[in-house]
Every structure is written in C-alpha cells, then in structure tokens.
C-alpha cells in the first residue's frame, strides 16, 4: 500500500463516521412561509418531471456538447469542488474531538553538568556529572461531552458541508443556465445579422430601381435622399448586431473556460432550437428541488448547532487523561520500569468580562440573520418561478399575434414593391412598408430568443432537476 494514501484513507473513514452520526437532511425548520396551494400564472397541469439533463429538452446537440464542455472545464465549477473538499477537512476537524486524543511519544535525553554542584532541576550532580535519559510512552486526553457542545460543533460542520455542497450545484445550474442563454442569444445575433442583410440587399435593389427612374425624370430627388437614407439606416445596424454576436460569444467561451478564438460552436441554425413544455409542479415542492434553498436552510441549521456551542462554552469543562509508559537510565533496560499516570480536572470559566455571553448573542443573532436570510430566499425562490411562468404565457400570446404581423408586413411590402415598379404607387408607401417588414422580421427573432430564455429561466427556477439524491 502507498504510504502517502494513509491519512488521505484515514481523512475519508472520518468523514464517513461523521456523516453517519448526522444522516439525513438537516431538522425541519418552520422558516413561517406557507407556500401558495398553486402557481399563479402556471396554465399546465401541476406535474413536474425530474428533467435532470434538462438542458437535452431543447433538442441541440451543439448545446448539448457546450454544456458537456462547460461542466468539465468550468473554473468556476472547480472552485465551488474545492469548497466542498475544505468543508469536508472542517468536518473531520470538528468531530476529532468527539472521541480521545491518543499520542506515542519518545524521547531520550544527556545531560552533563559542566561545573558546581547542580541544582534542584537538574539530574546530574556533582558525583554524576552526565545523566542519561530514555524514554517511551502512550497518552490519552479526553474532555468529557457533557453539555454537548462538541456534538453540536461536529453538527454544525456537517451542516456548513451540506451547505457547500449545495452551493457547488447552485454554481453548476447558474453556470449551465448562463450557456444556454448565451448560445441562444449567440444564434438568435446570427439569424438577426441574416435578416438585416437580406433587407440592406432588397434597399439596394431599391435604391437601384428609385436611380433608374430618377434618371430617367420619373423619380424626384426627395424620392432618391429617402431611399439612400433607408439604405445607410439599414448599414449601420449591422455593426451593432455584429457587436451583441460578439459579446454573446466571447461571454460563452469565458463560460467554458477558454478564450473566444477556441470556441467552435458549429452551423447550427437558429430556429433548430425548440422549447419543451415544462411542468412547474406545485410552490411546496419547490424547498425540497431547489439547491440555495437547500443551503439556506443547510446554514441555518448549523447557526442553530453554533448557538449550542456557544452555550456549553459557559458552563465547566472536564478533562480526563491517561499515560502508559517505562523510563530508564539505559536504552536496554527502557521497558523494564513501566508506569502509568492518570489525571482528571475540571475547568469552569469565572470571569471573562462577558465575553462568553456575547459569543453566545451574537450565535443567537446569526441565526436570526439566517432565519430571515431563509425565508427571502423562499420568497424570492417563487417569485422567480412566477416571473418564468408569466413570460411564457404572455410571450406565447406575443408570438401568436406577431406571427400574422409578419405574414401581413411581407405581403404588404410585396404589393407596394409591384405598385411602385408599375408606377401605381408612390415610393413613400414602399419605404413604410419596407421599415414595417424589416422591424417585424427582427422582432420575430427576438421573440423567439425571449421565449427560449423565458424556458432556460423556469428550469433554472424551478433547480433545473437537481434533488437531495443526486
């Protein structure tokens, strides 16, 4: 066996003594929220899937493979598993105490006395002048857990774990929420930089053809300025959308952990994504699937176990302790004198200029801090569901209507097109009709990129499928 796996083995058998004096979740706490019997703006049966790879409902392998990517590279990530390794060491640190302290001690000493006659501390003298010492033994201290404070310190280690654990999947679900945001508003940029070609390539054609019959004395020089101006209107938003692309992209790299020039996020298409129907289940089961709640409550658990300690720092504290051990004048005869010590005392604190009792009110006000630190994190935890829920109604009722807006803008400009070239209709009516298809093309994207944020925000809301058995 590797030596240098010892204590590592040994850390870990701790833990797992530890874990088992503390098994299952923390103790109900009464935060004094009752949740709402059903959603407000939930418009689905109240049923909930466990959706824990939700982010495979989309139907994007591109996605697929950056969260993959996201949840192995992250820095993020990593640092929240290193969070959770220190609790896991302040847990073993916590409950060493719980059971007797054992140490091997050996030990020799020479000791010559170099002129006088010696004194009271020292061995040698002057018909000695060189004394040597040799000697070996076991000790046990141990302090009696009478008033539970050391119980209570394991618990709230423990408890402090599980909150770090909790917080290692908020990080996770924050961090694969923001990817597929950010790819969504990273193809979303891509489809509206398309549009916005397309149509500087149909004002130009325009243009073109306002040109050839100011040329010819059929177009006025207003006519000309207005489409030029439409034209250079159109040119310049294509930076500004170039620019979110941009952003959004090197925003998603930074997600994964790497810089943008290595971010390959394949040809896949905007309107590929698709949105799943999400069962939002009911506001109760809400505590119990969502992972800062868990911590919320984790944190105040352990605040309680700290108002404990705190008290047991007042009151008196016994300590027992035994030796076993032998101590000889030569290194050969070391084990033939044994002996054994045992020791008992009793330490009760006196004075201490209330130090003690402020300990304990600031335990007490801690945990105060974190009951009303709890009960916001429950209210805001179904206000974010609400908020998720009512974008999505009103953002499929938006689409719907929107959907015969733009039929009816492409149908209009098309009509105004051909009126104009047969010279049935003023240039004033294409122009209008062109700005109208033009902002109702782009705001269907948008729209479509609200509605696939308004899904990734109620996953996200509602855990994103992480449960206490994951």
């Known amino acids: 066996m590797n030596n240098r796996s010892i204590p590592a083995q040994l850390s870990a058998f701790s833990l797992c003594l530890l874990l088992s004096a503390c098994t299952g979740n923390p103790p109900t706490l009464d935060s004094g929220i009752a949740p709402p019997a059903a959603w407000q703006y939930a418009e689905r049966a109240a049923t909930q899937a466990t959706n824990q790879r939700w982010w495979m409902q989309f139907g994007s392998p591109a996605l697929n493979r950056l969260i993959e990517q996201a949840r192995r590279d992250s820095f993020d990530v990593a640092a929240a598993m290193a969070r959770v390794r220190q609790a896991q060491a302040t847990a ?17 000493s020479h000791q010559r006395l170099l002129r006088g006659q010696g004194g009271p501390d020292l061995d040698a003298s002057q018909s000695d002048e060189t004394v040597n010492n040799f000697g070996a033994n076991f000790s046990a201290s141990y302090e009696v857990d009478f008033w539970g404070g050391r119980a209570a310190a394991r618990d709230s280690a423990l408890y402090s774990l599980r909150a770090s654990e909790s917080d290692q999947a908020t990080v996770e679900l924050t961090l694969l929420s923001n990817v597929a ?258 902002a109702a093309q782009d705001l269907n994207v948008q729209l479509r990129l609200s509605r696939l944020q308004a899904g990734i925000a109620l996953y996200k809301a509602l855990g994103g499928g992480w449960n206490t058995e994951s």
């Open 92 to 108: 073993v640190i916590a409950g060493a105490p719980l059971l007797p302290e054992v140490k091997f001690n050996l030990a020799s």
């Open 181 to 438: 945001d950010r790819y969504a508003q990273t193809l979303a940029a891509s489809q509206r930089q398309q549009i916005a070609e397309l149509n500087l390539a149909n004002a130009r054609n325009v243009l073109d053809l306002v040109q050839t019959r100011y040329d010819a004395g059929s177009a006025t020089a207003l006519e000309l300025a207005q489409q030029k101006s439409l034209v250079a209107g159109q040119q310049r938003q294509l930076p500004l959308i170039q620019q979110l692309a941009e952003e959004a992209r090197i925003t998603l790299a930074a997600l994964l952990g790497q810089p943008v020039q290595a971010l390959d996020l394949g040809s896949e298409a905007f309107q590929t994504l698709t949105w799943p129907a999400i069962g939002p289940g009911v506001p109760s089961q809400l505590l119990s699937r969502r992972p800062d709640l868990a911590k919320a409550e984790a944190e105040l658990a352990a605040a309680q176990a700290d108002v404990s300690v705190a008290r047991a720092a007042m009151l008196p504290a016994v300590t027992l302790g035994a030796t076993l051990g032998s101590d000889a004048y030569k290194a050969g005869q070391i084990l033939r004198s044994p002996y054994y010590t045992l020791t008992a005392g009793l330490v009760a604190p006196i004075f201490n200029n209330g130090r003690l009792s402020a300990e304990r009110d600031k335990a007490r006000a801690r945990q105060d801090e974190l009951l009303q630190t709890y009960r916001a994190a429950i209210i805001n935890g179904f206000a974010d569901v609400e908020k998720a829920l009512s974008s999505i109604t009103r953002l499929d009722q938006q689409r719907q209507w929107q959907s015969q807006e733009l039929q009816h803008a492409q149908a209009a400009f098309q009509i105004a097109q051909s009126r104009y070239e047969a010279g049935a209709e003023g240039l004033l009516t294409v122009l209008e009709t062109q700005r109208t298809l033009y």
